[in-house]
């Protein structure tokens, strides 16, 4: 049966590939087959191959033409003036950079396609990490372009974070904007009702701060803070402080009442939670802080809807932190005891007075919570999950 002819181009000789090495060798073969074909092609002479080629085409000219068969060769023609410098006698000539710019900038011919660059089989993004694995990051479908913020003191420890903060119209939830703002944290801040101090708080910090007013418990404000963090850039830290008290014994106590208090303190941290943590989870990373009280766990006469209220904030923030723990996402309860400012001021003074004498260092300040609260807020706080942090001076029982 006769050999096949040998294969041109980038394809190995048909009998090397079927014989393998072994065959090569015997026939006294050496080196790689694509490097000894070119060897061969560039050392055997071929007669009659530049004959044919030499009455085909004409004599070989210098530069590489070729005129027609018979004339004499001619020399090759000129470049073109293009306005660039002359080349030394011998050299080619060299076009000006402009020139190649504007040739490496033609647009492309008709029919073709630009090379399409894919991505290598099984590699896959993900979420949560930069491309070349260095470190989190935010998908252009999660995150809108950020927004520059003001340049914070270098030793920020809050620097960069951006905070969604609810309740921050007055009392300990002003303290807390403040504190954070102080840190270098950018602050979304909600507030239901006017406050002048927020306003001048904001002035003061144009870029860093900005507010949503609205009840956060309707489901449009809530998706409105999340989509107002957005703008930062992220969202790494919610602080949930909005509620409201409607004090009475219990068989005096209306249904009204008891739906309204449930409704800001309990559906509020609901909703606000639910839409914070779909931009935590897209970001693999977040810290949701509820500012609870210490009614919650000890019980206050008087105080039935908004102790079952901030009992329930302890629930929502045990299974928040087993739910997302995946996306790194933790959770922490504050459980402030009475304070002097906010809803702990408001409180009758009988039963302000006996709740102090309750506290073994009396009546707390309401900066040193707001420090805590920024505290927990920060990096350093990472490791702190799913337990309650109580700020109420040690309990008298």
């Given at each position: 049966?006769?050999?096949?002819?040998?294969?041109?181009?980038?394809?190995?000789?048909?009998?090397?590939?079927?014989?393998?090495?072994?065959?090569?060798?015997?026939?006294?073969?050496?080196?790689?087959?694509?490097?000894?074909?070119?060897?061969?092609?560039?050392?055997?002479?071929?007669?009659?191959?530049?004959?044919?080629?030499?009455?085909?085409?004409?004599?070989?000219?210098?530069?590489?033409?070729?005129?027609?068969?018979?004339?004499?060769?001619?020399?090759?023609?000129?470049?073109?003036?293009?306005?660039?410098?002359?080349?030394?006698?011998?050299?080619?000539?060299?076009?000006?950079?402009?020139?190649?710019?504007?040739?490496?900038?033609?647009?492309?011919?008709?029919?073709?396609?630009?090379?399409?660059?894919?991505?290598?089989?099984?590699?896959?993004?993900?979420?949560?990490?930069?491309?070349?694995?260095?470190?989190?990051?935010?998908?252009?479908?999660?995150?809108?372009?950020?927004?520059?913020?003001?340049?914070?003191?270098?030793?920020?420890?809050?620097?960069?974070?951006?905070?969604?903060?609810?309740?921050?119209?007055?009392?300990?939830?002003?303290?807390?904007?403040?504190?954070l703002l102080d840190q270098g944290a950018a602050v979304v801040?909600?507030?239901?009702?006017?406050?002048?101090?927020?306003?001048?708080?904001?002035?003061?910090?144009?870029?860093?701060?900005?507010?949503?007013?609205?009840?956060?418990?309707?489901?449009?404000?809530?998706?409105?803070?999340?989509?107002?963090?957005?703008?930062?850039?992220?969202?790494?830290?919610?602080?949930?402080?909005?509620?409201?008290?409607?004090?009475?014994?219990?068989?005096?106590?209306?249904?009204?009442?008891?739906?309204?208090?449930?409704?800001?303190?309990?559906?509020?941290?609901?909703?606000?939670?639910?839409?914070?943590?779909?931009?935590?989870?897209?970001?693999?990373?977040?810290?949701?802080?509820?500012?609870?009280?210490?009614?919650?766990?000890?019980?206050?006469?008087?105080?039935a809807a908004y102790s079952s209220s901030k009992a329930g904030?302890?629930?929502?923030?045990?299974?928040?932190?087993?739910?997302?723990?995946?996306?790194?996402?933790?959770?922490?309860?504050?459980?402030?005891?009475?304070?002097?400012?906010?809803?702990?001021?408001?409180?009758?003074?009988?039963?302000?007075?006996?709740?102090?004498?309750r506290s073994l260092l009396g009546t707390g300040e309401a900066?040193?919570?707001?420090?805590?609260?920024?505290?927990?807020?920060?990096?350093?706080?990472?490791?702190?999950?799913?337990?309650?942090?109580?700020?109420?001076?040690?309990?008298?029982?």
């Amino acid at each position: 049966m006769p050999a096949r002819p040998a294969r041109t181009g980038t394809h190995l000789r048909t009998d090397v590939c079927r014989g393998g090495r072994a065959a090569a060798a015997r026939r006294g073969r050496t080196g790689r087959p694509d490097q000894r074909r070119r060897d061969q092609r560039t050392a055997r002479p071929r007669p009659g191959l530049d004959a044919a080629r030499a009455a085909r085409t004409g004599p070989a000219l210098p530069g590489g033409q070729r005129g027609p068969a018979g004339q004499e060769p001619r020399p090759a023609a000129a470049p073109p003036d293009r306005g660039g410098p002359a080349a030394p006698a011998g050299q080619p000539a060299v076009r000006p950079a402009a020139q190649a710019t504007a040739l490496l900038r033609r647009p492309a011919r008709a029919g073709h396609r630009p090379p399409v660059h894919r991505r290598p089989p099984g590699r896959r993004d993900v979420p949560g990490r930069h491309r070349d694995g260095r470190g989190p990051h935010l998908g252009e479908h999660a995150m809108s372009s950020p927004v520059t913020t003001a340049a914070a003191p270098p030793d920020s420890p809050l620097k960069g974070r951006v905070v969604l903060l609810t309740g921050a119209g007055r009392g300990l939830g002003l303290l807390t904007a403040r504190t954070l703002l102080d840190q270098g944290a950018a602050v979304v801040a909600n507030h239901r009702s006017p406050s002048d101090d927020l306003e001048r708080l904001a002035d003061k910090h144009r870029d860093r701060l900005r507010l949503v007013p609205g009840d956060v418990a309707t489901e449009d404000t809530a998706a409105l803070l999340a989509a107002e963090a957005r703008r930062f850039g992220r969202l790494d830290v919610l602080i949930h402080n909005a509620a409201i008290t409607r004090d009475q014994p219990l068989v005096r106590m209306s249904v009204e009442d008891w739906d309204e208090v449930q409704r800001v303190n309990l559906r509020g941290a609901f909703l606000s939670t639910k839409y914070a943590v779909k931009t935590m989870m897209r970001a693999r990373y977040g810290r949701i802080i509820y500012i609870s009280s210490i009614t919650a766990l000890t019980g206050n006469a008087g105080q039935a809807a908004y102790s079952s209220s901030k009992a329930g904030l302890h629930g929502l923030a045990m299974t928040v932190s087993q739910e997302y723990a995946s996306y790194n996402i933790r959770t922490t309860t504050v459980a402030p005891g009475i304070l002097d400012t906010g809803l702990g001021a408001s409180v009758a003074a009988p039963q302000r007075r006996r709740m102090a004498d309750r506290s073994l260092l009396g009546t707390g300040e309401a900066e040193q919570t707001a420090g805590t609260i920024a505290f927990l807020a920060s990096p350093a706080a990472d490791y702190i999950n799913a337990t309650v942090i109580r700020t109420d001076g040690g309990m008298r029982y």
